[in-house]
């Protein structure tokens, strides 16, 4: 629930309670103010349903309020002549998107889409072997429910999508867009000036306050030969580092505190909240669009944009309402009697992040997961703004390698690390949010009974294999079909079974790991019993029926120069033959990038407003 903070209502509710106690009534006050301060209603725009209906004519219309299209509505309603409109299919975050420490909890929600892929050789410990896929159904997108890493990939990635023919897009290219979405709070010198912005809306949390666990992971990646790194978005991303983050003061500072919030008052901006876009709409007989389609409150309202239409739904949502609307694999949208305006690989070269666990484990103390310790904690994080809810510690540390070349100055392999205290599913329940099935959530349990957990993530960095997404039918509520295709191309296997054996492994051997009594635990799984522990034939089926997504699919409106038969969106995010529409999100990468996708995200929204500015400043200037 999202308090709007009337001050009338809050005083009925202490006065309620006015028997119980003057302390009671002045501590529920002061959380109720507490709340309000960080999440009430006055924090977000307001719903425009009735400014849509009384004049649905706009210039340009943004469809999705995530990490990249919090940005273009921003940037685009910053020219005060220009009448903008965002639509979003979620309404205002809530509690369990603001407060850091909670970002597992909005999975298998209403602010979570709640995808799932179709079964295939992977994903097998899950029920119906369908992995699991949460998407942000919220203001801020994906950016109010990932875990607020901030890491923006590797110079090669840009320099290879440049060279590949997507002009302007290399790593000196984007630079300065990363850079100006970003207020860094972390020490400026020379060197990190050049990398890192000051006057930006994102607030960057460059933490150096390395908690015991923490600590202790970045001894025993260092122990291993990794470089004890000072800053991944500088000019090496290699090494193993307490992450930056997007978090300001106790709050996650995601895509709608930081691009919504401080405009919300904005007279040329619109956006309208718990509303789906189901079709984009073209000019009678022709590829121009007119406007889009949406779906409120179970009517369907059209709204004209004069200028242009942004599509920024992420790399599901957007391609599933380019092809509901004509655009996209003719075969395909014929098979579902959908008139083909454009013929487009839509939805093809889908890519993502995967990874398998590797458990550690050592006796602890089940005390801070009792109800009274959570309670407290809560108390003290509304109250105060103190303790472990206040942040993403102790998961913060990642790192980086190359598992072929350790000279190399692009990684293949990231490495996360989530630190669970006994009887964890108290305070979440991570083996439930997955869905995994019956035997692995009840064994990961009875390991979690008494001990504390880490789970050591290889991730699967430049992935070969690459999926697909298809629509299950024409209606638009009904969720598209998502095959990942995991180890399709068995390089990335192999690249999973050598990062485990290069790192994961070997962490158990370290002196930081003995020295409290970190030990190697097997989840002993039935599917994998008659292999030989450790060895490639045990580490493949483990990754197959242990296989995680990083929650990263980008690449399925994939950009690429005119000759390229695989792009959908040109350079300049143009969706090829089409008129007056562009895509702006992580589907537009012509790969995934080589680190967590939401700042590289943030930054193609910058760019892309940057371009439509441009484009609509020199045409006005020509007529």
């Not at 119906?128 to 801020?140: E, F, I, S």
């Not at 309670?375 to 105060?384: A, I, K």
């Not at 529409?581 to 193609?604: E, H, K, Q, Y």
């Amino acid at each position: 629930m999202s308090w709007a903070c009337d001050s009338a209502l809050t005083a009925n509710i202490v006065n309620s309670y006015g028997a119980a106690g003057s302390l009671f009534t002045q501590t529920l006050t002061s959380f109720l103010a507490a709340q309000c301060a960080i999440v009430g209603d006055h924090l977000w725009p307001d719903d425009a349903i009735d400014a849509v209906l009384k004049d649905p004519n706009y210039d340009f219309i943004v469809v999705g309020a995530g990490s990249a299209g919090a940005v273009v509505a921003n940037r685009l309603s910053e020219v005060p002549d220009w009448k903008v409109l965002l639509i979003e299919a979620g309404g205002n975050p809530q509690l369990s998107t603001v407060m850091p420490q909670l970002f597992y909890n909005s999975m298998k929600t209403e602010l979570d889409w709640g995808y799932r892929t179709q079964p295939q050789n992977s994903c097998r410990s899950y029920k119906n072997k369908q992995c699991a896929w949460p998407r942000g159904k919220v203001l801020g997108g994906c950016g109010s429910i990932n875990a607020m890493f901030y890491v923006r990939g590797n110079r090669l990635d840009y320099d290879t999508w440049a060279a590949d023919g997507n002009y302007g897009w290399s790593y000196d290219d984007v630079l300065p867009f990363f850079k100006k979405s970003e207020k860094y709070t972390g020490q400026l010198d020379e060197e990190r000036s050049k990398y890192h912005g000051t006057e930006g809306y994102l607030n960057i949390e460059d933490f150096k306050d390395y908690d015991f666990i923490e600590h202790l992971l970045v001894e025993a990646a260092v122990e291993l030969g990794m470089k004890n790194s000072t800053d991944i978005n500088g000019d090496s991303q290699m090494g193993v580092i307490l992450s930056q983050s997007n978090v300001k003061g106790n709050v996650r500072h995601g895509p709608a505190r930081a691009f919504l919030s401080p405009v919300k008052d904005r007279k040329n901006l619109h956006v309208l909240k718990n509303a789906q876009v189901t079709k984009i709409l073209f000019a009678p007989g022709t590829t121009k669009v007119s406007g889009v389609e949406v779906n409120k409150n179970g009517k369907n309202i059209i709204v004209n944009a004069k200028k242009e239409v942004v599509v920024s739904g992420g790399a599901i949502n957007s391609p599933q309402i380019l092809m509901l609307s004509g655009i996209g694999p003719k075969k395909h949208l014929e098979e579902l009697g959908i008139e083909v305006k454009v013929d487009l690989p839509v939805g093809e070269n889908l890519q993502d992040h995967v990874f398998s666990p590797i458990f550690y484990t050592v006796p602890g103390d089940a005390s801070i997961t009792s109800l009274d310790n959570i309670v407290r904690e809560f108390g003290n994080y509304m109250l105060e703004g103190t303790g472990p809810f206040k942040d993403v510690h102790p998961h913060r540390i990642i790192s980086f390698a190359n598992t072929t070349d350790p000279t190399s100055t692009s990684p293949d392999i990231q490495y996360h690390y989530l630190v669970l205290p006994p009887k964890s599913r108290n305070m979440l329940d991570v083996f439930d949010k997955h869905d995994l099935d019956e035997e692995v959530y009840n064994k990961f349990h009875e390991l979690n009974s008494d001990k504390v957990i880490i789970l050591v993530f290889s991730v699967v960095l430049h992935p070969k294999s690459s999926g697909n997404i298809l629509l299950k039918s024409k209606n638009p509520f009904e969720h598209p079909l998502i095959y990942p295709n995991y180890f399709e191309e068995r390089e990335d296997l192999e690249t999973i079974i050598r990062a485990t054996k290069q790192h994961s492994l070997r962490l158990g051997d370290t002196n930081a790991f003995k020295k409290i009594g970190l030990q190697l635990e097997w989840l002993e799984l039935e599917a994998c019993k008659e292999f030989e522990k450790a060895s490639d034939e045990h580490l493949e089926c483990i990754a197959r029926e242990l296989t995680f997504s990083l929650y990263h699919p980008t690449s399925t409106v994939k950009m690429g120069p005119k000759g390229d038969k695989g792009a959908v969106v040109d350079p300049e995010l143009k969706v090829y033959g089409v008129e007056g529409l562009r895509v702006a999100d992580a589907s537009i990468m012509p790969f995934v990038v080589r680190g967590n996708t939401n700042a590289p995200t943030i930054m193609i929204g910058e760019k892309a407003a940057d371009m439509v500015k441009k484009f609509w400043t020199e045409r006005h200037q020509e007529l």
